[in-house]
């Protein structure tokens, strides 16, 4: 699926619930099914800097394409990343830099977070995007 197609389905899934207490809780789900990152790359420099709780992201290139694994300490923090690897990962690096980020406003996210959570959620974004510039480079 491309990047598109996937965010369209997480702005649908959560169309589906009628407050955002529901969408919390669909969010600690999501969180629960992160592919998780291997305890080796939980290190500093996979600390996603601008976060509240603990972020760490880790990405390899397979087949022209990144994958990410990750993991945080906060259980919504975990929702979060996980919505953004749902949406990123398994893409080409080129994809993942030209993508619309317009799905998170969509489902409402920004708007429902605090302001430390939403810095965090703009600090991810960013940090997913600087891996695939970073990756994209390497392709050329």
């Known amino acids: 699926m491309h990047i598109k197609e996937i965010q369209n389905e997480i702005v649908d899934e959560f169309s589906m619930f009628e407050d955002w207490m529901q969408r919390y809780e669909y969010m600690i789900e999501l969180g629960k099914s992160l592919p998780i990152i291997d305890e080796a790359y939980k290190t500093d420099d996979n600390i996603i800097k601008g976060c509240q709780s603990k972020v760490w992201v880790h990405a390899e290139l397979n087949d022209d394409k990144l994958q990410f694994t990750a993991d945080s300490d906060a259980i919504i923090t975990k929702g979060i990343i996980a919505i953004l690897i ?21 489902i409402g996210l920004k708007e429902h977070l605090s302001p430390t959570r939403a810095n965090g959620l703009v600090s991810m974004v960013k940090q997913l995007k600087l891996y695939a510039v970073a990756y994209q480079t390497q392709l050329k």
């Open 86 to 106: 749902r949406a990123f990962s398994n893409q080409k690096p080129q994809d993942i830099i030209d993508a619309d980020t317009g799905f998170i406003d969509e």
